[in-house]
């Protein structure tokens, strides 16, 4: 969707503090609005979308706290880097060979 705004413009707000039992979301995040849109359907008691506008393409949702989460993840070591990039060169030259 074209909607003029920068990427840089398109931002997602998360927001929430202690009292209250809401998570709020505002996003143009397309792939964060499609999982929130179909959570809120499937979980309407749970995930509301409360506004939307087309114009800049933002949505914006309240979702119970605890049903929101963020993963925090560690970086690879720089052995199970090489692991990985070994494996990721065998498999691509496994493909290779059968495509030839």
Not at 10 to 21: G, N, Q
Not at 50 to 66: L, N, S
Not at 89 to 98: S, T, V
Request: net charge positive; with cysteine; aromatic share 8%.
């Amino acid at each position: 969707m074209r909607t003029g705004l920068t990427k840089q413009e398109k931002t997602t707000d998360i927001w929430f503090d202690e009292k209250d039992p809401l998570i709020h979301i505002r996003t143009h995040n397309t792939a964060l609005k499609k999982r929130l849109l179909a959570y809120s359907r499937r979980y309407p008691a749970i995930c509301q979308q409360t506004d939307a506008d087309p114009e800049t393409g933002c949505m914006e949702f309240d979702i119970e706290k605890g049903r929101f989460s963020f993963r925090l993840t560690a970086p690879y070591s720089e052995e199970r880097r090489a692991v990985c990039q070994r494996e990721q060169r065998r498999r691509q030259a496994e493909i290779e060979w059968k495509c030839s």
